[in-house]
């Protein structure tokens, strides 16, 4: 057995992600810069599955978070528990598990003879190495295990015990972030100059240098080539433990490119498979007339929202806050900006479990007559002119000012001024660390990593991670004595929210934990802590005449979306490719 390891709480992060542009008919030849190679006879002939994205490459998990990162991490790496395309929570590692009576303690059997990419044999030191590794690096999906994670012990090869700092009802979902790596693979090509990542004299670098173009990883697909920036090329692992279907895609590739011209120009030469989830209405109409493309809907509870920050006056007093809900066509932009979605709910996707169920009806709507009484109402309703409100949109998101012009424009109408501001997304990011620099509304969509309504509680609302993309309402920077709460419910300050939070999340029983998720979500609807917009369909164009894409059957034989947790539907293992019913050019 390699080093039993035994490793504290940090947190653990994860992510992977891929780009490009690529070229026709791409036949790279394959390199491995000295690593052990599997050649791939098992399923024969080059069965390309190409797929747009929005974001850059890499192949460290422990890194990022972004959508495109995730795709790369879930074909190149595994986790001891999956989603399938439908969002059930199926094994992948893990043969089976145990949980404790009181909740604190994990235990996994493990599939044995699980390979990695360069042929050693997966046990359960990689799995507690994986979580001393992330924890450690403290970045990317670390905070899904932040304070909650006490210790991961590899017992024997095939056995692992996590032990929990507390109950937590979602612990098992949060897994399906926690890519596991080749513990050997990555000591053995260790950086100790490096001088931007230092962890020690042990560790060096962590791995961090030899994962910017290499992966240390089990899943079905291995690196082949990594372009910074631009693209991963991965072929199919022959040794994969799940075994291939013959007409799985045998090479993918993950290009970083959402061009509109250059997508369509890549579809209609059949160099490219699958586009990305961001193309406009009218790109997808004009992808939709090229022989051979369908556009797929489904869904990743993605949930488009606007953040406000509550601290920064006049967003600190709730009558203004509503007001501000009260001035959003909703209706409109379900319809016109957002196809095939529909009018947010609350504050999470009506596809994710446990969301659904929870509320029936937003408590605002377009309704001018009504925002001028919340006005009113307001501490503010004197003085409007002295307190402009901010609106930032990111400069590189064209679909963000078609939130902020028509709101600019009602808000007008009740006496608001709304100063719409533009700025690259670093200069967001750097103003969002403090609550005084943090603009006073944002857009943000947000799609749950794992597949439970509860993933955004923490995430979005817990002062344990205010200051990213996620979380800007600076809830502990706000005045408290004003919130709207249950009878039964008092909250003071932030550390009774964030306790309130925590003692849901620790309920393990789902029913009975689902049933809190409501009076969570009321509080954050009565008080406006932020705007939900539109739950958001997503839409690809794809190849329907040769790729047979699990999501898309879907849709197509029932009529019903496909919903589960992000990236899960490009599982490329699960795709077929037939060469031989190309379309013709």
Known sequence: MKNKYLVRLIGFALLLSILTACGGN?????????????EVSSISGDRWLRMAVSGSPDLDPAAYTSWSRVYCYLNVYDSLVMYDSFGNL????????????????????????VKFHDGSELTSSDIAFTWNRLSTLASGFAYLYKNIIDTVDAVDDYTVVFTLVSPYGTFLETLTRMYIVNEDLIMSNLDFQNETFNYGDVYGDFGRTYLLDHDAGS????????SQQNYLIASAFQDYHLGWNENAPNKIQIINNTEPTTIRTMLASRELELSDNWQSPESLDAFDKIDGIEIAPFSMSAQQQLNLNISKPPLDDLYFRRALASLVDYESLAENVFPDSVVATGPSNKNTPGAATNHNN?????????AKEY??????????????????????????????????????????????????????????????????????????????????????????????????MWLSKS?????????DIKLTGIEDWDHLIGSVMSITTQTERLAKYAMLENIIMDNVFNIPLASITERVAYQAEYVMWPTAEHYKTTGELASTSVGYQFWFHDFEVYNDKVPQQ
């Open 26 to 38: 791409l036949e790279p030849t394959i390199e491995n810069n000295g690593e052990p190679s599997t």
């Open 90 to 113: 199926t094994p992948l590692l893990a043969e089976s598990w145990e949980v404790s009576n009181d909740g604190l303690s994990y235990t996994f059997k493990l599939k044995q003879g």
């Open 219 to 226: 899943g079905p697909y291995q690196t082949v080539e990594m």
């Open 362 to 370: 937003y408590p605002y709507s377009y309704n001018i007559e009504k």
């Open 375 to 472: 006005l009113a109402l307001s501490k503010y309703a004197d003085s409007l002119d002295q307190y402009p409100v901010e609106f930032f949109t990111s400069s590189a998101a064209l679909i963000q000012p078609k939130l902020a012009l028509p709101l600019q424009a009602a808000a007008q109408q009740v006496g608001i001024t709304v100063e719409i501001t533009s700025a690259p997304l670093a200069t967001q990011q750097e103003r969002n660390a403090n609550s005084d620099t943090t603009p006073h509304i944002e857009t943000y969509s947000f799609a749950p990593y794992y597949w439970d309504a509860g993933t955004i509680f923490e995430t979005h609302y817990s002062s344990r991670n205010e200051g990213n993309g996620n979380n800007t």
């Open 479 to 487: 005045d408290w004595s004003n919130v709207v709460t249950p009878n």
